[in-house]
């Protein structure tokens, strides 16, 4: 039988960092969830060889990653490559979701799309602006931008393809024209984009279920399904308790001891519906809290063994681990600790 949290930290290029530039680990995964965007940089991070923020954050400024609202509704980093494409699968889906929000804030069709094109024309030009930037040249135009609005516009115009991550801009994200970002994006049928998406999904991901891409995705389940018949030849399956685990034929490596500091949104942990393979039901609670916030875990031979947090300053970082049981003394531990310190460029104290 296979040990699905360690197959999943082999194939989430987790154990072995699998790769050279923080864009193929990104392009690997297909989206790399990413509302807590230090962290997010710590995911890609965590499965490149030899990465820091620095380069992480260098390939998001070169448009080498992009960060944008594609997946169910929330911030993920994707692959300028797979950008078009898969906003075509999943946007509308997440527009019904919005729509609701939309008429709580009496932002009618008519009026997002006017502010689409308002702010295609502010960032034009390779301009990366802010979001208060942008809000301000809506202001401008009349139109109401207070913070439940000007979220809900800027979704729909990510959404919708015009907007996507600029440049940083000191500590504040800043937004810049889709076209000029991903400028060469191929595209694909709807029928060829789901079953990409499930290649990408449980080629990264697995072992997985066709409920784990369905929740990953934010597609409905039927195209879920759609999407996994068009490609499951390629995978092989294994059914336990009642649950059917698609992954790819590799043969399973002997297992090895291994401690990670993984961060808050990992891939390891939100992309699964199903997350008991790693968590223990009584430390859900303490790893997830109840609106859906997913702390930064301690993964010790695949499991979730306790949490940490970081306090960083301009010279040096701070490591704080908390353990749900017995507290660990382990040289991995540490050598995860110092792992992070390096990706930071900074000193532990």
Excluded at 79 to 96: G, V, Y
Excluded at 273 to 289: C, E, P, Y
């Amino acid at each position: 039988m296979i040990n699905i949290a360690h197959q999943r930290l082999i194939n989430q290029k987790i154990i072995d960092r699998g790769f050279q530039q923080p864009q193929y680990a990104v392009e690997f995964l297909g989206a790399v969830q990413a509302q807590d965007y230090p962290m997010s940089k710590w995911a890609v991070g965590i499965r490149t060889k030899n990465a820091t923020d620095k380069t992480v954050e260098q390939a998001l400024d070169e448009g080498l990653i992009l960060r944008t609202h594609i997946l169910r509704p929330t911030w993920h980093l994707v692959s300028p490559k797979d950008i078009r494409w898969m906003l075509a699968l999943t946007a509308p889906h997440i527009h019904q979701i919005s729509a609701h929000y939309n008429r709580k804030m009496e932002l009618s069709s008519d009026l997002l799309n006017l502010t689409d094109e308002l702010l295609a024309k502010a960032v034009e030009g390779h301009k990366h602006l802010t979001k208060a930037e942008l809000m301000a040249h809506l202001e401008l135009a009349g139109i109401n931008t207070s913070e439940g609005r000007s979220s809900l516009i800027l979704i729909h115009a990510e959404l919708n393809g015009v907007l996507c991550s600029g440049k940083q801009n000191g500590k504040n994200n800043t937004y810049a024209l889709l076209e000029e970002r991903a400028t060469s994006a191929p595209s694909y049928t709807r029928e060829e984009s789901l079953g990409l998406l499930a290649r990408r999904y449980f080629r990264s991901h697995g072992p997985a279920t066709l409920h784990d891409f369905g929740w990953w995705s934010g597609l409905k389940i039927s195209d879920a399904k759609a999407g996994l018949e068009s490609v499951k030849a390629e995978f092989v399956s294994e059914t336990i308790e009642n649950q059917t685990y698609w992954f790819l034929p590799d043969s399973q490596p002997p297992l090895q001891p291994t401690t990670f500091l993984l961060p808050a949104f990992d891939e390891f942990m939100v992309s699964y519906k199903n997350r008991a393979a790693s968590l223990d039901s009584s430390n859900v609670s303490a790893a997830i809290t109840a609106n859906g916030i997913f702390k930064p875990i301690i993964v010790v031979n695949g499991q979730v063994k306790g949490l940490w947090s970081r306090t960083v300053q301009k010279e040096n970082v701070r490591i704080q681990t908390h353990f749900f049981s017995d507290t660990i003394t382990d040289p991995l531990l540490t050598e995860a600790v110092k792992e992070f310190a390096s990706f930071l460029g900074k000193e532990l104290t």
